[in-house]
C-alpha cells in the first residue's frame, strides 16, 4: 500500500459540527465516513492536480484562541518512479527465459543494470541458438503443408522450409573486409 496523504482533522469537529442531540452517533459516523470519501476523491486523480483546499479555523472560548482547521500532510513517497524497474527487468527476463528466448534478442539487459559488453557477438550466438533450438517446432509446423502437397498429388520435389537469413556476420565472415594490412602495402 502506498499511502500518499495524511489528513488530520480534529477529533471535536464532527461534535461541533453535528452535535448532540440534533444528531445520532451513526449520523455523525455516517458523515465521517462520507467526509473521508470526498477527501479521497478530491485529492485522488489527474483532474485535481493543482486544486486548492480551504479550511476553517475554530475559536476555542474556554482557552481564548483558534484552533487550526484540517491539516493534509504529503507523506514523501519512498518508492519512487523507478522503484520497480529492476523487479520488472527481473520478471521480464524469467518470462523469456520461459519461452526460451535470449533477453538480448528482444534488447532487454540483465536485471540490476548489467548491459553485456554490447559487442554484437551476444546477440549472434543467441540468435544461433534459437534458430537450433526452433528445428522441432518448425517442423511440427510445416507437418500440414507436406499433408497438403501429398493429399493433392504435388509434386514430391516440392520442399517447404524456413529461411534463416545470417545478417549477423563477423568482421572476419564479412565479404566486404578490407584488411588494413594490405591495404596499407599498395598504397
Excluded at 484552533?67 to 519512498?78: E, F, P
Excluded at 528482444?106 to 559487442?119: C, E, I
Excluded at 522450409?161 to 545470417?166: A, G, H, I, K, R
Aim: overall charge negative.
Amino acid at each position: 500500500m502506498t499511502i500518499k496523504y495524511h489528513i488530520e482533522i480534529l477529533d471535536d469537529y464532527f461534535m461541533n459540527r453535528y452535535p448532540s442531540p440534533d444528531y445520532t452517533r451513526e449520523q455523525r459516523e455516517s458523515a465521517r465516513t462520507k467526509v473521508l470519501s470526498e477527501m479521497n476523491d478530491f485529492l485522488s486523480d489527474v483532474e485535481n492536480t493543482g486544486k486548492a483546499f480551504l479550511t476553517f479555523t475554530f475559536f476555542n472560548k474556554f482557552k481564548g484562541e483558534y484552533l487550526a482547521g484540517w491539516k493534509i500532510n504529503v507523506i514523501d513517497n519512498k518508492l519512487k518512479d523507478d522503484a520497480y524497474l529492476p523487479d520488472s527487468q527481473a520478471a521480464n527476463s524469467e518470462i523469456l527465459f520461459a519461452i526460451g528466448v535470449d533477453p538480448c534478442l528482444v534488447g532487454s539487459g540483465l536485471p540490476g543494470g548489467n548491459l553485456g559488453a554490447g559487442s554484437g557477438s551476444d546477440k549472434r550466438e543467441a540468435f544461433w541458438q534459437l534458430n537450433a533450438e526452433m528445428g522441432i517446432y518448425r517442423q511440427i509446423s510445416l507437418e500440414p503443408l507436406y499433408f497438403i502437397r501429398d493429399f493433392n498429388k504435388w509434386s514430391p520435389d516440392i520442399e517447404f522450409d524456413y529461411v534463416t537469413v545470417d545478417t549477423s556476420q563477423t568482421m572476419q565472415d564479412h565479404p566486404t573486409k578490407i584488411d588494413k594490412r594490405i591495404d596499407k602495402n599498395i598504397a
